[in-house]
């Protein structure tokens, strides 16, 4: 039996490494494609399999390795992978540069908020909040729907710069993923 766990433990860190080796290279093969194939490296794995990476990176580590031990530190982490995270929606405007380097800035922003795994801790406490769980549960029929009805309502050459009409659009997308999820 110690022979067997050191031959996976062993393992594990050929795999860790492993990840992280087709993790920069995926992502420096998107930085690289995206530049003349941008709809490409949108769609295909090749160039998005950096991100699906970090995450299974993070399932690796996250009892065995930790950034910090310190809950504290943990908590500052989270606090700015939220910001980080935030910071992207903001600034982040131009969706033909993604998947790229500056992609890393949401992805390691997801990856530190889901490092800190206290439950009692602010930011997990804020995404804790009813509404914000409610637009968690229904995010995935959200994104479905949102592209097709404000496609048609541009197609139908309905003027979307109207304020009333985009949240009249984003309420009747809300209520068809709230109908699709349940």
């Known amino acids: 039996p110690i022979f067997l766990v050191s031959i996976l433990l062993f393992m594990k860190n050929q795999i860790r490494l492993i990840f992280i080796t087709v993790i920069l290279l995926s992502l420096l093969f998107a930085t690289i494609v995206n530049i003349n194939h941008q709809s490409f490296n949108f769609y295909m794995l090749p160039s998005r399999g950096w991100e699906l990476l970090i995450g299974a990176l993070l399932g690796i580590n996250i009892n065995q390795y930790s950034i910090s031990k310190n809950k504290k530190i943990k908590e500052v982490l989270g606090i700015i992978g939220f910001f980080m995270i935030f910071f992207s929606f903001c600034f982040f405007k131009d969706t033909g540069d993604h998947p790229t380097y500056l992609t890393l800035v949401p992805v390691i922003g997801a990856y530190l908020i889901i490092q800190d795994s206290n439950k009692e801790n602010f930011i997990n406490k804020i995404l804790s909040l009813k509404g914000i769980v409610f637009l968690g549960l229904i995010s995935y029929s959200l994104y479905l729907w949102h592209h097709p009805i404000f ?21 009747l997308s809300v209520f068809l993923a709230f109908l699709t999820y349940r």
């Open 151 to 171: 496609s048609f309502f541009k197609v139908m050459a309905v003027k979307e710069n109207n304020l009333s009409i985009k949240i009249c659009l984003i309420t």
